[in-house]
C-alpha cells in the first residue's frame, strides 16, 4: 500500500521510523486561492511590518520573536510586529510582551478571520516563523501567495517551504534571524524581487494538482497488485 507524505521532510521522518521508502510518495498538499478580492485595501502598511500568524505553542517559539524585537528596532528603528493566533503559550506570551520596552510596537491579535488573515499576510512586509521545525509550512506558501516573503531557520520542513534568497531567507541561529529579518526589511529592490518569487512560488501548489498526483499513485498501486 502507497504512503503519500506531505513533503520531503515527513518522508525522511518516515523512513527513520521504519517505513520502506520505495512506498513512499511525496505529494505537496494545494492552496486555495482566493476566489474573492479584498474588501480593504491591500497596499503594504507604511512603516516595516514583520507578522506571525499561527498556533502559539511551545515549540513554535514565538517567544524568540518578542525577546529579537529590540534589535530588529535598532537596526530597523520604525519596525512593528504583528503576532495573529492562539494556542497554549498565548497568555504567556501576553506577559512577556507587557514586559517588553517596546509594547506599543507589538500587537498580539489573537485569533482571526479569513479575511483579516488576508489583509495581514497582504499587507504586512515579511512573514516570520521560528519554528524548531514543521513537516511542511502552509503557513509560509499562503504568505506567499499574497506576495510575502519569509524568514525562518533552517530546519526541517521550513528549509523546504522557504527558496533560499528566491522567497525568502533561512537563518542560521538568533543573530543570523535578526540579520536576516533586517536585510529585507532594509532593501527595497530585493524585497520586491522576494515578493514577485514568493507569488509565483505559492502559485504552484494547488488542489488539483495534489489530486491527480495522488490518483496516480493509488491507480499504479493498483495495476501492480
Known sequence: ???????ETTKKQLIDIGFKKDNINVVYCGMNSPSQPLKRSAKKFLNPTIVYLGRIRRYKRVNLLVNMFQKIVEKVPKTRMIIAGWGTEASHLA?????NPLRRRIKL?????NEEKRILLSRSWLFVNPSIGEGWSMAVIEAN??????VSF???GLAESIQHGKTGLLAQNEEDFVN???EILKDNSFRERL???ATLW????NWDQSAKESLNIFKKARRYS
Open 195 to 197: 515578493n514577485k518569487n
Open 109 to 113: 491579535m489573537g485569533p482571526v478571520s
Open 95 to 99: 506577559d512577556l510582551i507587557m514586559k
Open 202 to 205: 505559492a502559485n504552484g501548489f
Open 154 to 156: 533552517d530546519v526541517p
Open 1 to 7: 500500500m502507497p504512503i503519500i507524505a506531505i513533503s
Open 180 to 182: 536576516k529579518i533586517c
Open 145 to 150: 501567495l499574497y506576495g510575502t516573503p519569509a
